[in-house]
């Protein structure tokens, strides 16, 4: 089955302890992003990444790290996680640039105390 | 960057009425205009998109129209019924030289469709 998975979907962590969020696709996509959803904000861009070892800033990028090593795996890694990241945070995959159908994960919802 | 406008951010209609969603973009670049629906609980999905050379595209009870002079497009839902209760937005996706591409979303429209 074609999809974008993500783990964990649910983590409460404590301020300034490393985390990572993975996000997988089995559909041989070249685009892969980041986005966090926050009430009455939508959904923005953290990172993208056009192919692989190919990363870009989107519009919110300050706390967040990515890699894309391999075609599959985008990584979502925050270093030192503050409360203001708490969020809902969506893993999005596409054929090509994100002129085409972006497919979802499930999302993860981040608690950071 | 790209910044995507969209109003209204909450839109109640009565089930059978139709529904009008509208988003301005900033950057004329911009050439790719999809809409997605997030029900409650649940992951975006694609439910319509348009391409910058075409005004209007339609799928069954969902049209979207564009007009670049204008820099705004449209989303509209005809005949409307409580499953299409959920949250839309919009989005741009603009290139950024060197076949960088970014997508842009909109706020976000929750449309409650009542019985």
């Known amino acids: 089955e074609a999809q974008v998975t993500q783990n964990p979907r649910y983590l409460i962590t404590v301020t300034g302890k490393k985390l990572t969020v993975t996000c997988s696709q089995n559909m041989n996509h070249e685009y892969m992003s980041w986005y966090r959803q926050d009430p009455g904000l939508g959904l923005r861009q953290i990172y993208y990444s056009m192919n692989v070892e190919v990363t870009d800033k989107g519009d919110v990028p300050e706390g967040y790290k990515v890699s894309r090593k391999e075609k599959r795996n985008f990584p979502l890694i925050l270093e030192s996680p503050s409360p203001n990241q708490t969020s809902l945070y969506f893993c999005?995959?596409?054929?090509?640039?994100?002129?085409?159908?972006?497919?979802f994960g499930p999302g993860t919802r981040l608690t950071v105390t | 960057g790209e910044n995507v406008e969209q109003h209204p951010s909450t839109l109640s209609v009565q089930e059978g009425d139709s529904a009008v969603i509208k988003c301005t973009y900033s950057?004329?670049?911009?050439?790719?205009f999809p809409w997605y629906k997030q029900e409650l609980g649940k992951r975006p999905q694609l439910i319509i998109d348009?391409?910058?050379?075409?005004g209007e595209k339609k799928d069954q009870r969902i049209a979207v129209t564009l007009n670049k002079t204008a820099k705004h497009f449209s989303l509209h839902i005809t005949e409307t019924q409580p499953e299409d209760s959920a949250v839309y937005f919009c989005?741009?996706?603009?290139?950024?030289?060197?076949?960088?591409?970014?997508?842009?979303f909109g706020k976000g429209t929750k449309l409650s469709v009542i019985p």
């Open positions: 950057d004329s670049a911009s050439n790719y």
């Open positions: 999005a995959s596409s054929l090509s640039a994100p002129r085409v159908e972006q497919y």
């Open positions: 348009i391409r910058s050379n075409v």
């Open positions: 989005a741009a996706s603009i290139r950024y030289g060197a076949g960088s591409y970014q997508l842009t």
